[in-house]
């Protein structure tokens, strides 16, 4: 099974980017306090292991925020892991499914299990 988003929330006062390099359509500018649903859940890249920045950057999901650039992925083990490009790191330890994923007010990201109302 895989990990979707299929809700983001921007609780910050910027505007933010979500880009995918596996699929273009998933690229969205979303604005400052500001909620998107994408019209198709945005798959979450694999990658094995704790890749660099500079090395996850060409594969893995990317939030561009005010504050950071983040890279995050599925690491095929029941987890999502993620690197800031400022070294801030990401792990949510959580079964494989529709996922929420917020931008804080600080621009710093937490992910969450999307409900089944968020969703519809």
């Given at each position: 099974?895989?990990?979707?988003i299929?809700?983001?929330?921007?609780?910050?006062?910027?505007?933010m980017?979500?880009?995918?390099?596996?699929?273009?359509?998933?690229s969205?500018?979303?604005?400052?306090?500001?909620s998107?649903?994408?019209?198709?859940p945005?798959?979450?890249?694999?990658?094995?292991?704790n890749?660099?920045?500079?090395?996850?950057i060409?594969?893995?999901?990317?939030f561009?925020?005010?504050?950071?650039?983040?890279c995050?992925w599925?690491?095929?083990?029941?987890?999502?892991?993620g690197?800031?490009?400022?070294?801030?790191?990401?792990?949510f330890?959580?079964?494989?499914?529709?996922?929420?994923?917020?931008?804080?007010?600080n621009?710093?990201?937490?992910?969450s299990?999307?409900?089944?109302?968020?969703?519809?």
């Amino acid at each position: 099974m895989a990990y979707h988003i299929t809700l983001v929330r921007n609780n910050s006062s910027s505007s933010m980017a979500i880009t995918n390099p596996h699929y273009e359509g998933d690229s969205k500018l979303v604005g400052a306090a500001a909620s998107y649903v994408p019209d198709r859940p945005i798959l979450i890249n694999k990658i094995k292991g704790n890749p660099s920045y500079a090395s996850a950057i060409s594969e893995a999901n990317n939030f561009y925020t005010a504050t950071d650039n983040y890279c995050f992925w599925d690491n095929g083990n029941s987890a999502v892991n993620g690197v800031g490009e400022k070294g801030g790191t990401i792990v949510f330890n959580s079964p494989a499914g529709n996922l929420q994923v917020t931008v804080n007010a600080n621009g710093t990201l937490t992910f969450s299990n999307a409900s089944a109302s968020a969703t519809a």
